[in-house]
């Protein structure tokens, strides 16, 4: 019994649905009418999809095993798509495959699948996957690159997306018969040992030296978006937190910035680097409690 479905996929009957869905893919990538310009690749490329359409379907998939190339009237399914495929569009072929095989696999052997008033199916031509962000992105927004189905493209990221969240981005899932899915983002956002974000706050911690702890000084620090100059009071403890207004998170549904909160972090001397006389002086007068 012939079964050129496999043949225009490139595989055989013994075939996983993982792996009828890879050679699918890499023949779609291969013969896409905005990569390939080459004469008869848009054809191809529509007959590869209504292949797909078939073969990637499980019911469907049974009703082909069981009659082969039976259900085209004769012809294989080369020539048959050329014949329904050419004149109406691509959509036209669709609908005929899903009429007829929603008939029961009858075929041209009966009555005639393409004047039956049938509920069609639409393929679901949406992709969902996860993409991971730099942590500086989720924050402040920006452009990101994504590669999907063999297609590399920009994603704009709102400011303040959190990890987990989900972005969809229209017309960008599979392509087939003139329409095109969507495709939905699960984000992940990447780690930054610098950064702990507490809703819409964010926390940083900043080396203070012994000197600016005591007296008192003003430190440049760097953050997300710029180099800012804060101003350590003397006496400053150990974890002791500072505020920077609005510039944490973004919320994003009302639109207002979390704070900067910045930790404290003081770094002492060693003390074998001190001068000796300083040490000795030390150890005469600060108070042990």
């Known amino acids: 019994m012939a079964k050129s479905l496999y043949t225009t996929l490139e595989v055989n009957e013994n075939s996983s649905e993982a792996e009828i869905k890879k050679a699918y893919r890499k023949l779609a990538r291969k013969y896409h009418p905005d990569v390939n310009k080459e004469m008869g690749a848009e054809d191809k490329f529509k007959e590869i999809n209504s292949a797909y359409e078939i073969l990637g379907d499980k019911e469907k998939k049974e ?8 259900m085209f009237g004769g012809q294989n399914f080369h020539d048959f798509s050329r014949s329904h495929g050419g004149g109406g569009g691509q959509g036209d072929l669709d609908d005929i ?3 007829m095989f929603s008939s029961g696999g009858g075929g041209f052997g009966g009555a005639s699948p393409f004047g039956q008033q049938q509920q069609q199916q639409q393929v679901n031509l949406d992709i969902q996957t996860s993409v991971t962000i730099p942590f500086s992105v989720s924050i402040l927004g920006g452009s990101h690159s994504v590669a999907v189905n063999g297609d590399r493209f920009d994603i704009k990221i709102p ?28 984000i992940q956002v990447a780690s930054n040992p610098e950064y702990i974000r507490e809703d819409d706050d964010l926390v940083k911690s900043f080396d203070v ?45 009302t639109k207002v910035r979390g704070n900067l909160y910045l930790e404290a972090n003081i770094v002492l001397p060693k003390v074998d680097e001190l001068d000796a006389e300083l040490v000795d002086i030390m150890k005469e007068k600060l108070p042990k409690e």
């Open 97 to 99: 495959l899903r009429q």
């Open 63 to 70: 009703q082909y095993d069981m009659n082969g190339d039976s």
């Open 159 to 186: 400011a303040g997306v959190k990890d987990g969240e989900k972005m969809r981005v229209k017309g960008k899932g599979h392509a087939q018969g003139g329409r095109a899915g969507d495709l939905f983002l699960k």
């Open 209 to 253: 030296p012994l000197y600016a702890a005591l007296f008192g000084e003003k430190i440049a620090i760097k953050t997300l978006e710029k180099e800012i100059k804060l101003k350590v009071p003397q006496n400053t403890k150990n974890g002791q937190r500072f505020r920077v207004k609005e510039m944490g998170a973004m919320n994003r549904k």
